[in-house]
Structures are given as structure tokens and as C-alpha cells.
């Protein structure tokens, strides 16, 4: 099994680009299956979680290639509507292709979806909202199957924001019949990017970005091309780097305007950030880092898959930071590993205090989930002696090649076996 290597203690100075956002590909992906015509995606991240969606595909039976940070597909026809559990069990985005599948194909069979260990994270939102709109659901063997003859514009309002379940009904609504109006929508910039996607590609909807989204039904969709925005969560993940090591980073390929529920926390830290253009960021690391008290939310809130990130910056803060986890009742699997690393949390329920400064020590520590294994990638990069990181599969699923990119900044990282 492989690890990362890492020898901390130096300023991290230079230029990484940023790659496509994961969590904005993966929909986008699950969307091919609402037409027979051909879908380009530009900007695309070379990770794990997009080659187990596109294997998916070729399970359901469409055909797809990939070059130069580019995919074509074509979902012509499908040859089953089950997603098998071997693919599903490793990703929790595996379920939006239900919506898809429900909507163009009228039976979709789903096994519970998996991912990363961070708590509860049921799919009743998206089962509820499939009913709404007037499929049949039933759980049989480990799947969850839903049929529909003809889907039907309905009104329908989430219990509680969800980016995937949003974004599972939006593709559902566009081939249903009538208006389908969803209330209490997630805001995220992924979102937003799925529906200029499907507007694309003659879909009729109104009201990304807000809690209100309208979908006016239509008989097909086309092919069209489209580049997806950079992951803000890659970008926030380097803008802690340079911070927390003392160092300079300017990161390119940046969506700069959905960057600022970071920049802010970032800067209150006490990090120098500029931004110089539409996609460029400067962040210089100053010392002493400031302690902060903060809380993750829905968009545009701080998130919660940097959570973890700024836990590791805090041990180096001079005081005691608090950080309060709203999102996820599991989301503090990093805290045990950072205390083998020398930090100072407790962790009371939703609750993490850090006690800072600490002068974290290199050691042997296991990556739970993929923004946990980023926060140890961080603490070894500021630790004293050798971080040996396992478990780092993690990683890869949502970050292209980390530690080629971080070698090309400064740090003594490598991937060993």
C-alpha cells in the first residue's frame, strides 16, 4: 500500500495550478445521461472519484474517452440501470446518477452509496424528492430502486440543504413533465456550475445560486460542450499551505469570486492574501498566526470540507481556536492524528479546541477520509522531523498528484510504497 513521505519545516515559494473541481465534474458527468448526443467536459481532475464515475457509465453501458484533460461521452442507449455496489460503496457522488437514470430511462437501481467515514450522510432527501415528483421507490437487496413511467413537475422543499440531493433533482426535473419548483436549495458553486451545464444543453431552469430553483420540463436534451470551475476546495487546501509553513504561494486556474468564505478566515489568521486576477491568488504565511473561533455552514458559509485544514493551521495559532462542525456528525476523525503528531484538541461533540502554539513533531499517522488525510499532508509539512501519512488512497480521490505539487513549490514530500 502506498504512503507519503514528508520531511517538514520549509517555506513553501512558487506557482501551483489549480485543477478542476471534483465536486462539480462528478454531476456533471451524472448529467451525460440525460441525452443520447455527445457531451464534452473541459478542465477535467485527474482523481480517482472521476474514473470510478466514468466506470460506472460503462457498467450502465455508455462509452466514453478521455485526453488531455478532456472527456467525451455518449450515453446512447444504456444496457442497465443498476449501479453495481463494487463501484458505488467507494463514492458517495455515485448516487446523482439516479436522477439521470429515473428521468431519461424510467428505472433507476442504486446501491447505498458510500464514501468517506464522516457521519450520517442519508439519502432520504433525494428518495423524498424523487416520490414528489412521482416516482416509486422500494430498497431490495441493498439497492434503492425507483421506477417511474413519466416523472411530474411538482413542488417540493428539502427538510435540510443538500448539495447532492439538489443537484439529483434538478437533472431528474428537466426531462419531467411541467414545472417542478425546489425549495430550500443548496447555493454552492457547483450548483450553480451543473445548471449552466444543463441549461446548455436546452434545459429550462431558473434561480441557480439561490434557495429557489425552477425547472420548466422539456422533451430532450443535447450534447454540448463545457469546461468546469476550478475546486475551491484544492485552492483553499494550498492557500493553508503557504500559511502554515510561512511561505508565498500564487495559485492560477483560481475562480476567485467563490473563494472569499476562505480568503476571510484567512486573513483573519493573519495571512496576507491578494487576489490579482479573476484566477489569480497570492498568500504569503506570516507569524504569529491568530487563534480563531468559527463555525462551518451551507454556501456561503465556511465549508466543511476545509474544515479539517484549518485545524491543522490552528495548532500553529498563538491561543486557543474553537471550531464548531454543523455540517457532519462524524468530521473530526483528523483530531486523534494530529494529537499523535503533538497538537493539543479536544473535541466535545461538534466541538474542537485547539490549543496553540504547539511545535507539532513528525510521526506514522493513517488518513481516515479525503479532507482528513489533507490536514495531516499539512501538519507534516510544519512538523518537525518525518511525517509518514497512510492510507492515502484517501487523497487521491479528490486531489491531482498533491506531492508532485507540492515538490514543485519547495517540500520534501514523496509517495513510497
Same mark, same amino acid.
Given at each position: 500500500m502506498q504512503k507519503i513521505r514528508i520531511r517538514g519545516g520549509i517555506p513553501l515559494r512558487g506557482i501551483i495550478k489549480i485543477s478542476g473541481a471534483k465536486n462539480a465534474i462528478l454531476p456533471a458527468i451524472a448529467a451525460s445521461i440525460l441525452t443520447e448526443e455527445e457531451i464534452i467536459l473541459e478542465n477535467v481532475p485527474n482523481v480517482k472519484d472521476v474514473y470510478t464515475m466514468l466506470e460506472i457509465l460503462n457498467v450502465l453501458g455508455g462509452a466514453w474517452e478521455k485526453l488531455n484533460g478532456k472527456i467525451k461521452i455518449r450515453m446512447k442507449d444504456i444496457k442497465t440501470p443498476r449501479a453495481p455496489y463494487e463501484l458505488v460503496k467507494t463514492m458517495r457522488a455515485s448516487i446523482l446518477v439516479m436522477g439521470p437514470l429515473l428521468s431519461r430511462f424510467k428505472k433507476a437501481e442504486i446501491s447505498h452509496p458510500g464514501g468517506c467515514?464522516?457521519?450520517?450522510?442519508? +439519502?432520504?432527501?433525494?428518495? !423524498? *424528492?424523487? =416520490?414528489? %415528483?412521482? @416516482? &416509486?421507490?422500494?430498497? !431490495?437487496?441493498? /439497492?434503492? +430502486? @425507483?421506477?417511474?413511467?413519466?416523472?411530474?413537475?411538482?413542488?417540493?422543499?428539502? =427538510?435540510?440543504?443538500?448539495?447532492? *440531493?439538489?443537484?439529483? %433533482?434538478?437533472? @431528474? @426535473?428537466?426531462?419531467?413533465?411541467?414545472?417542478?419548483?425546489l425549495l430550500n436549495c443548496a447555493k454552492e458553486p457547483e450548483v450553480i456550475d451543473l445548471i449552466k451545464l444543463l441549461n446548455k444543453m436546452g434545459a429550462k431552469i431558473e434561480g441557480a445560486g439561490t434557495e429557489r430553483i425552477l425547472i420548466e420540463g422539456v422533451k430532450k436534451l443535447n450534447g454540448t460542450r463545457h469546461s468546469v470551475i476550478s475546486d475551491r476546495i484544492e485552492t483553499g487546501t494550498y492557500m493553508v499551505a503557504s500559511a502554515i509553513t510561512g511561505g508565498e504561494l500564487k495559485l492560477e486556474n483560481v475562480n476567485t469570486e467563490i473563494m472569499e468564505n476562505i480568503i476571510i478566515p484567512l486573513k483573519n489568521a493573519g495571512a496576507e492574501v491578494g487576489v490579482i486576477s479573476n484566477n489569480e491568488i497570492i498568500v504569503k504565511g506570516n507569524k504569529p498566526i491568530n487563534p480563531l473561533e468559527m463555525e462551518t455552514a451551507p454556501y456561503p458559509g465556511f465549508p466543511t470540507d476545509m474544515q479539517a485544514q484549518f485545524v491543522a493551521l490552528l495548532t500553529q495559532a498563538d491561543g486557543i481556536s474553537k471550531v464548531k462542525e454543523t455540517i457532519f456528525s462524524s468530521r473530526f476523525h483528523h483530531v486523534s492524528e494530529l494529537v499523535r503528531m503533538g497538537a493539543k484538541i479536544e473535541v466535545d461533540g461538534d466541538k474542537a479546541i485547539i490549543y496553540g502554539k504547539t511545535q507539532l513533531? *513528525?510521526?506514522?499517522?493513517?488518513?481516515?477520509?479525503?479532507?482528513? &488525510?489533507?490536514?495531516?499532508?499539512?501538519?507534516?509539512?510544519?512538523? =518537525?522531523?518525518?511525517? +509518514? +501519512?497512510?492510507?492515502?488512497?484517501?487523497?487521491?480521490? *479528490? /486531489? !491531482?498528484?498533491m506531492e508532485e505539487k507540492l515538490r514543485g513549490v519547495g517540500a520534501e514530500i514523496e509517495r513510497i510504497e
Open positions: 467515514a464522516i457521519g450520517l450522510r442519508p +439519502i432520504d432527501l433525494h428518495l !423524498e *424528492g424523487l =416520490k414528489a %415528483l412521482g @416516482a &416509486s421507490i422500494k430498497q !431490495e437487496f441493498g /439497492y434503492d +430502486i @425507483a421506477e417511474s413511467k413519466r416523472l411530474i413537475g411538482t413542488e417540493y422543499e428539502f =427538510k435540510k440543504v443538500t448539495v447532492t *440531493g439538489t443537484e439529483n %433533482l434538478v437533472m @431528474a @426535473a428537466t426531462l419531467a413533465e411541467g414545472m417542478t419548483l513533531q *513528525g510521526a506514522e499517522v493513517m488518513a481516515n477520509d479525503l479532507r482528513a &488525510s489533507a490536514s495531516l499532508v499539512l501538519a507534516g509539512l510544519v512538523a =518537525k522531523g518525518e511525517t +509518514i +501519512i497512510d492510507r492515502v488512497y484517501h487523497l487521491d480521490r *479528490g /486531489y !491531482e498528484k
